[in-house]
DNA sequence: CCTTGACCTCAAGTGAACTTCAAGTGGCAG
DNA sequence: CTGCCACTTGAAGTTCACTTGAGGTCAAGG
């Protein structure tokens, strides 16, 4: 019925180090010990793939935390999901400008990049800083 | 004609610190000094604009730092370029379902998101790895 | 009885890209 | 000549999410 530290690392796919650091982290918890040895609740996989998905979306494990509510899943306040899909639009803007920018640049036949046309407009948007993302912005990806 | 780093930084809205920092990874360097100071050509903005792009399409600098030829623009390895772009295909791809996620979950008129039978599946998707990306894949968005 | 293997703790290390700091230098305005 | 202020250096500190290492505990199996 519990798992232990081994089990959670195996169907999790985290080592179990990084669990014992999430716990340092306050993200999850033993439901007690056998010996030393922390057993888990099942449903410590649920709060996992929760912050999972929270890492994807670009949150900091500092800012999880306080999404997971001691119980279930509390404070998953419908605001801050909306601004991360509306940062994930503008960062999926920029990655696809990107995308067609060095698509262009693979395929293009100007024997230097420096003389194509194209090149430039987008050497020129990324020195007016159109593709550096403000820190705001979703992060890790 | 010349630039000090004073209006380089300003130019290319990089602090002096950064720009330092650049010179001691290769990435620019000053045509000379006046005293200490270091001088600039011109042509460094392009350059720093270059590397603005590479760190845009996930390259680190260490990656960016050999792809600046030590004159204009070389190492622009089209092969490298086009499997960037597949990358950002990818992280793409991710980031739109990460997005309408979001979305469904903000918008979710479940009373808690864990009896919302969408966000399950989002859940499950994220335990299962699918959000996760494989270090290779384009970096820091 | 003794080894093995999985677990434990706490501290320190990693890497990327910077930023910050302390202490010093140099040119130009007044 | 004297300040001032933007510059100089090298080293250390920061953030994030972990990973690694040293040294220790414990239950089961041969």
Do not use: W
Not at 20 to 44: D, M, Q, S, W
Not at 109 to 128: G, Y
């Amino acid at each position: 019925m519990l798992l232990d530290i081994g089990e959670v690392a195996r169907k999790s796919g985290l080592s179990p180090a990084t669990l014992r650091f999430y716990e340092e982290k306050g993200l999850i918890a033993p439901v007690g010990r056998r010996g030393l040895r922390r057993l888990y609740e099942p449903v410590v996989l649920e709060r996992l793939a929760l912050v999972a998905l929270g890492r994807a979306a670009g949150f900091t494990l500092a800012e999880i935390g306080p999404m997971l509510g001691d119980d279930g899943v509390p404070a998953l306040n419908r605001q801050m999901l909306a601004d991360k899909a509306d940062a994930l639009d503008r960062t999926i803007a920029r990655l696809m400008a990107m995308r067609d920018g060095l698509r262009h640049a693979a395929a293009c036949p100007a024997p230097r990049h420096m003389e194509c046309p194209t090149f430039r407009r987008i050497l020129d948007a990324a020195a007016h800083g159109f593709f550096s993302r403000d820190k705001a912005e979703t992060a890790p990806f």
